[in-house]
């Protein structure tokens, strides 16, 4: 658990190996990426995956004064006010897995995703069937 062990491509563009040891960084980052599922929208999660990826790599290259940076640190800012919750996590082994999680700003409900829920009416995915991949479909029929 948190051991990396990868070739490198560097700024000046020299390969080297790089052996890193981070067990509590690994934890805690699984742990948050975790609760992000849990309280940001799909869309939100999507597009985090582009900044994250964008953000370290201007930040490995010591790119911090690229207005890129600052703006994706909004974006960061801003999403991070609703990760907020707790997260168990249990440890055996040297795995980590998540067993639960919690927050108030949590778009995940029991109810609401249970096929036997009364809250949302079944009749209601008829139409969301019929027309969901409506394009793929045409595409089918005239290729």
Known sequence: M?????????????????NYEHPAATILLMAHKDLEKLVLTRDELRFKLIVDDTWSELAYKGLVDEPLYSDLNAFIDKTQERVTGSV???????????????????????????????????????GFCKYHGFQARLFKKLG
Do not use: W
């Open 2 to 18: 948190g051991r990396t062990d990868m070739i490198e491509d560097r700024v000046l563009g020299i390969k080297a190996r790089e």
């Open 88 to 126: 168990k996590v249990k440890l055996y082994k040297g795995s980590a897995k998540i067993i639960a999680r919690n927050s108030p700003y949590a778009l995940y409900s029991a109810d609401i995703s249970s096929f036997d829920s009364k809250t949302i009416d079944q009749k209601d995915a008829e």
